[in-house]
């Protein structure tokens, strides 16, 4: 059940911090990579896997989390914050195996090395803003890729457990941001605040760089790129908005959400929705189709994801 703001604890008490570290260690899940119900796959996904130009980046960005936020948990002087991020910061390694164990079995054409990441604080903040925007972005695109039947459903029930634990690392993140800014001197509270500024800065600029990585050409064309054709600005931030809801639902309501992007994606929704309804009118005609296949498939996908809860042990 989502309640209103009004029931979203006062952040800094020794009660908020019981709350989003007790949450976080609780709901921790237990399995492996190896050990997780892998598909075997045909020679035509196999190539759409290996064309898809991510795998280098997401592997290193795991394995690095993995040692920076164990080692910058280790740091932290308060037990219970310092249990909750070596949580985290197993889940994040874990992570890296998983790609890891994804490279090794379906042989897709990537490297990584050694972690070398400082674990500063200001190195976790940069990387908890960075998770906020890409995880916000991510859900999206994945519902969208689910729908599409981009790739065999039992790969995407692999990747929502990924999914739905970096819904709980940023919901952890802005808590514990919240927290730390709140436990600051007055006079401290400013640097502290720049350097979140910092983080998200550094998190679009990534994504912008990305997106510049991709429009350049350079990222190769795939296979079976043709199934998101239609797609428009509106369908994706509506997936996003969408998935960032229902993910985000499932969290105690005292906690703090991440609010940012969710915001930014709504502003934007709505002068997409503003653009495409002053384009031409046969234009405006895909859109109002794309609209309604957007509830169709949220239904279908929703009924889908129901099935699966009712029968998870
Ligand atoms: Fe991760
Ligand atoms: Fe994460």
């Not at 819904?167 to 979140?196: D, G, M």
Request: proline residues 6%; glycine residues 8%; charged residues 30%.
């Amino acid at each position: 059940m989502q309640r209103g703001k009004e029931h979203e604890m006062r952040p800094g008490t020794p009660e908020h911090k019981e709350l989003f570290c007790r949450i976080f260690i609780q709901t921790h899940a237990r399995y492996e990579p190896e050990s997780l119900d892998w598909p075997v796959l045909g020679e035509k996904d196999l190539e759409l896997l290996r064309a898809l130009p991510i795998w280098d980046t997401l592997w290193q960005v795991e394995r690095n989390a993995g040692v920076m936020v164990t080692d910058f948990g280790r740091r932290q002087k308060d037990p219970l914050i310092r249990e909750a991020l070596e949580v985290q910061g197993y889940e994040e390694d874990r992570h890296g195996r998983l790609i890891g164990e994804m490279v090794a079995r379906y042989d897709l054409p990537a490297k990584s090395h050694e972690p070398d990441v400082l674990p500063t604080e200001q190195a976790f903040i940069d990387f908890g803003c960075g998770e906020c925007i890409d995880s916000f972005i991510g859900f999206g695109v994945f519902k969208l890729a689910r729908d599409a039947g981009f790739l065999p459903d039992s790969l995407f029930s692999i990747f929502s457990r990924v999914l739905s634990e970096e819904a709980r690392h940023i919901t952890f993140f802005v808590n514990w941001l919240a927290y730390e800014h709140a436990q600051r001197p007055l006079l401290a509270k400013p640097a502290h605040f720049l350097s979140a500024a910092r983080g998200y800065y550094h998190g679009v600029r990534n994504v912008v760089n990305n997106g510049r990585l991709a429009a350049s050409g350079s990222a190769p064309s795939l296979p079976g790129g043709d199934v998101f054709e239609g797609l428009t600005v509106t369908r994706v931030l509506g997936a996003c908005l969408t998935e960032n809801d229902r993910l985000m639902a499932a969290f105690d309501s005292r906690l703090l959400r991440p609010k940012l992007m969710p915001r930014i994606g709504r502003v934007a929704l709505a002068f997409a929705r503003l653009l495409e309804r002053s384009s031409p009118r046969d234009e405006r005609v895909d859109v109002k189709q794309t609209e309604e296949e957007d509830g169709r498939a949220g239904t279908e996908s929703r009924a889908g994801e129901d099935l699966q809860h009712s029968v998870r042990p």
